[in-house]
C-alpha cells in the first residue's frame, strides 16, 4: 500500500529543494566584464556562474586538446607539413602580441597552436589558448595571410572573451534538473563540463552577438599585428562561397552568419584601418 500522505511529504520537500537549488543557482551568477572594449568598443557585461570558473573550464579544455592532439599524433596528421605550421604560429604569434589590448592576463596564458591535417574546413581557439587550424582551411579556402589572420583572430577573440563560459553558466542556470543532480553528486562544479565544453566548442552554434563580438575583435587584434582588416570581408565571402551546393563548411556550422555580418565587418574594418596604417608603418 503507499502511503500517499508521505509520499506526498516527500513530493514537496523534494520540490521545494528543486526550488532552493534553484534560487542558489541564481544567486551565484553575475554580470562580469572578461575584456576591455578596445577600439571597437566590445563592452558588454556577461552573465557568469560561479560553478563553472575559468580554471575549471581552462583545466578541461586543457586535457581534451591533449587528447586531441594525442590522436592526430597516431594518425600522423599532427603537424604534418613544416612550412604550413611555420606559417600558421607566425600569424599566431603576431595576433597574441596584441590580445594585452583587451586582457591583459591573456598575455600570460599558456598559448599552442597546431596544424591538424583533416579536410574539414576549421578553426577553432579552446578557453586559455589552445588553438588548432585545419589543413582543410588553408587548401580549400586558399587564405592570404591577412585573411587567415581575420580567421585566427575571430577565434582567440571567443577565448578572450570567454564565450564557452558564458554559454555553458546559460546552460546550467537554467537547467534545475541538473542543479539537482550536482548536489546528488555533490560535484557541482564539474558537473558534466567535459560534455557540455565539447557541445558549445563543437556541436553548438554561437549566437549573433558572440560571432559579432568576435568579428569586432577580431579585426582589430589582426589590425594591430599589420594584417589589413578588410580581409575578414573576402575571407568570409570565400566562406560562402566554398558551401554553394555543397556540404556546410564546419566552421560555418558552429559561426551562423547573418545578413548584416559583411556589413558589421566592414564597419569594424574601418573603424580600425587606423591601427592597421600604423602597425605598417612601424615595421
Known sequence: MIDHKNHGRRRRVSLLGAGVLSLAMLASCANVQTTQGGTVG???????????????????????????????KAKNL?????????RVRTIA????AQVG??????????????VLSTQEINAWCMPGG?????TGLLTQIKPTDDELAAVMGHEISHALREHARERVSQQMATSVGLSVLSVVTGSPAVSDLG?????????????????????????ELAARAGYDPSAAISLWRKMAQ????????????????AESRIADLQAASQQVM???????NAK
Open 195 to 219: 560534455g557540455k565544453l565539447s557541445d558549445v566548442m563543437f556541436t553548438l552554434p554561437n549566437s549573433r552577438t558572440h560571432e559579432a563580438e568576435a568579428d569586432r575583435m577580431g579585426v
Open 130 to 134: 589552445k588553438m588548432a587550424v585545419y
Open 42 to 72: 566590445v563592452d558588454r557585461a556577461q552573465y557568469m556562474t560561479s560553478l563553472v570558473s575559468s580554471q575549471d573550464l581552462q583545466q578541461e579544455a586543457d586535457q581534451q586538446y591533449a587528447t586531441i592532439l594525442a590522436q592526430a
Open 78 to 86: 599532427l603537424d604534418v607539413d613544416p612550412q604550413q605550421v611555420a
Open 101 to 114: 589590448v583587451f586582457r591583459p592576463d591573456a598575455t600570460s596564458w599558456a598559448w599552442e597552436v597546431h
Open 242 to 257: 566554398a558551401s554553394e551546393g555543397k556540404e556546410q563548411p564546419e566552421i560555418l556550422s558552429t559561426h551562423p552568419s
Open 274 to 280: 587606423p591601427l592597421y596604417q600604423k602597425a605598417k
Open 93 to 96: 604569434q603576431r595576433l597574441i
